[in-house]
């Protein structure tokens, strides 16, 4: 190793990067608010994705027998779904258990005791494997002797789902503008570090330098504005995850923030691979269309 | 070492700046590349380091096609020729040690060696003792040796001069010149381009003349204006 040579090397890199700090600065501002935003579209991403999950994997739908249904014929009808494969449970809830849980449901809201009889029929709770099959799954049932009625919340779920959609691609939109942003800003920067720098860059050329090695200090340059930027954003997240997380789980205790299962050091590194990738990847584009002229 | 062949250069403004020229210069000549303001010399000295390509022909330097030389191949030519120019080009934050150790170090040397040549080349320049001043602290001549010394720390086999004296006083221009032909002596191949008829007219080497693009004269130990000598023509510039 010829420490020399890294000297020199990295001697070249911090007289670029000291020369336009302003520049640098506002460089590694854009990509530390490319980064944040990111971050928030992908946390808020995973917590949509999460409550959509949970949902779906809570929906049940409700079968609701006729009053003519014989206890053996329940049975029966119990005994078919259960073969079904694409079932995973099935739970009876006779007309008395239907009117108790109703009653907790409603305690305080609406004085049950006014019902002097139960109008709830029997009834069957049923969950499915996989979501997707639902709809099918209660057309099924409907279609059985003894069903009165079928009935799951179709319409919310998705509802939700194609909110999350949405949101994921508008997100994912404003993300690849702000990514967009911070590599012209950069490029933008270089630029102006390689026009101070011109003098030299021709008496490299002159001597002989190779373009590599021309390049390489400005390319380094870009790559330490997508870090630093990206390394800012980290700590802007992780203020945010400790200060504000715990304030909006008690705020908004109806949605599983607590449950996200971030893996905090990759994701960290992500983020920080998307912030240098952004600079290297801009300040080539910017150093080559240079040095080709 | 270096060799021509029916080259023309056309600018895109359609200047026509060297037209069909034939020329053979050998390894070690002292050659000297006369001719008025705007005849062709700088431009004939751009394509032996590859600034320029030729409209048409052929250029070679030390074996080398350098018309058809691919990009990422003008580094190494360019090792092997050093250029000076009559404004130095010498980077003004850096000292005289920098700037010349600056060309090694561009080109990946490894400190060792740059800790032996450079030191070389100043000693040869006879800028040892000022190898920590800067540009601005230094004389036209001294600048122009630091120039050299930069040129030279490669150990280029040809040596490629454009008006190196055409800022200096004829103290400084004695000086330079003086330098140039020790460098020769060593084996470099010296091409100046130069309209200064003094110098040409006491080196008394190889002239070649440029008129619009063409070369019109090319004497062995010729004068700077071919038909009349002037009166002081066997004064030697060199001191041997």
Known sequence: MDWGRLRFFFSEVWRNFTRNLIMQLTAIGTVAVTIVLLGGFLF???????????????????????????????????????????????????????????????????????????????????????????????????????????????????????????????????????????????????????????????????????????RLPFIFEGFLDGLLGAALALGLLDVARYQLIPKLVVALPFIPLHAIGINEGSFALELLGVGAAVGIIASWLSVGRYLRA | MISLRAVTLVYPNGTRALDAIDLEIAKGSFVFLVGHSGTGKSSLLRLLYREQLPTHGQVTVDNVRVERLRRSKIPQLRRNVGVVFQDFKLLSDKTVWENVAFALQVTGARTKDIMRQVPRVLDLVGLAHKSRMFPSELSGGEQQRAAIARALVNNPKILLCDEPTGNLDPSNTNEIMDLLHRINLKGTTVLIATHNALVVDRMRRRVIRLEDGRIVADEERGYYHAANAPADADLPLVRS
């Not at chain 1, 809570?58 to 006729?66: A, G, T, W």
């Not at chain 1, 009876?92 to 004085?111: A, F, H, S, T, W």
């Not at chain 1, 709770?125 to 059985?144: E, G, K, L, M, S």
Request: hydrophobic content about 45%; cysteine-free.
């Open chain 1, 44 to 214: 808020t991403r995973d917590t949509l994705g999460k409550i959509g999950d949970d949902v779906l994997r809570k929906i049940e739908i409700s079968v609701f027998l006729s009053d003519a249904a014989t206890t053996a014929q329940a049975d029966s009808l119990i005994a078919k779904l259960r073969a079904d494969p694409r079932i995973a449970s099935v739970v009876y809830v006779p007309k008395n258990e239907g009117l108790r849980q109703m009653r907790e449901r409603l305690r305080g809201q609406i004085d049950t005791s006014l019902l002097t009889s139960n109008p709830l029929p029997d009834a069957l709770r049923v969950r499915v494997y996989n979501t997707d099959r639902v709809r099918d799954v209660a057309a099924t049932i409907r279609r059985q002797a003894y069903v009165a009625n079928v009935e799951f919340a179709q319409d919310a779920v998705q509802k939700l789902l194609r909110l999350s959609d949405v949101l994921g691609r508008i997100g994912l939109g404003i993300v690849t503008l702000l990514i967009l942003t911070a590599a012209i800003i950069i490029s933008n920067t270089i630029r102006l570090t390689v026009f101070a720098r011109r003098r030299e860059i021709a008496i490299m050329q002159l001597v002989g330098a190779s373009g590599t090695y021309i």
